[in-house]
T-cell receptor
């Protein structure tokens, strides 16, 4: 069975602070895919990143960075110098290798960035 | 390139009524997914189409739910004899590509309220 755990239900920071969102996953598969999505108040899920299980290199995209560690089954997401526009619910998700497979989401972390 | 669209965006119905939602995927995408999201939770998979074939259904998809994708383009999700527990956001996503190296793009969702 696939499972994703986001232990932080809510995080509140002040603008310009760095913030890390935690994601821990469970799977018996050796090949799988991990994702982060952002859901702003408008409700639409916005794709942020996909990571393959065989690629453990960390990735940086502007103020966003992701730390993938297979040894601890974690795929954490860091926002550097947070901005008010980063306020949203962030979801971590897992997908099996099987073509067309469903996404299994965590329960999400509500991030509030205060000015 | 337009994104995934869903109609209606909001639906209020009385218990026992039937409702139908529509999803138009990104035009070149052959895969289409339906998810349900309740308040404070991550999206949960309902069903998946590749072209017009419905390849996977979740146990969440009770007999009152039916989904179609008749020509491999748009899809409809119908809920018969709605119950208050059906109140949720219904999300549609689409994806393309062969193999497993792809991401799903989500529409804005249809928010259903059953009174």
């Amino acid at each position: 069975a696939q499972k994703v755990t986001q232990a932080q239900t809510e995080i509140s920071v002040v603008e310009k602070e760095d913030v890390t969102l935690d994601c821990v996953y469970e799977t018996r598969d050796t090949t799988y895919y991990l994702f982060w999505y952002k859901q702003p108040p408008s409700g639409e899920l916005v794709f942020l990143i996909r990571r393959n299980s065989f690629d453990e290199q960390n990735e940086i995209s502007g103020r966003y960075s992701w730390n993938f560690q297979k040894s601890t089954s974690s795929f954490n997401f860091t926002i550097t110098a947070s901005q008010v526009v980063d306020s949203a619910v962030y979801f971590c998700a897992l997908r099996r290798e099987t073509s067309g497979s469903r996404l299994t989401f965590g329960e999400g972390t509500q991030l509030t960035v205060n000015p | 390139d337009t994104g995934v669209s869903q109609d209606p965006r909001h639906k209020i119905t009385k218990r026992g009524q039937n409702v139908t939602f529509r999803c138009d995927p990104i035009s070149e995408h052959n895969r289409l997914y339906w998810y349900r999201q309740t308040l404070g939770q991550g999206p949960e998979f309902l069903t998946y189409f590749q072209n017009e074939a419905q390849l996977e259904k979740s146990r969440l998809l009770s007999d009152r739910f039916s989904a179609e994708r008749p020509k491999g383009s748009f899809s409809t999700l119908e809920i018969q004899r709605t119950e208050q527990g059906d109140s949720a956001m219904y999300l549609c996503a689409s994806s393309s590509g062969a193999g497993a190296n792809y991401e799903q793009y989500f529409g804005p969702g249809t928010r259903l309220t059953v009174t």
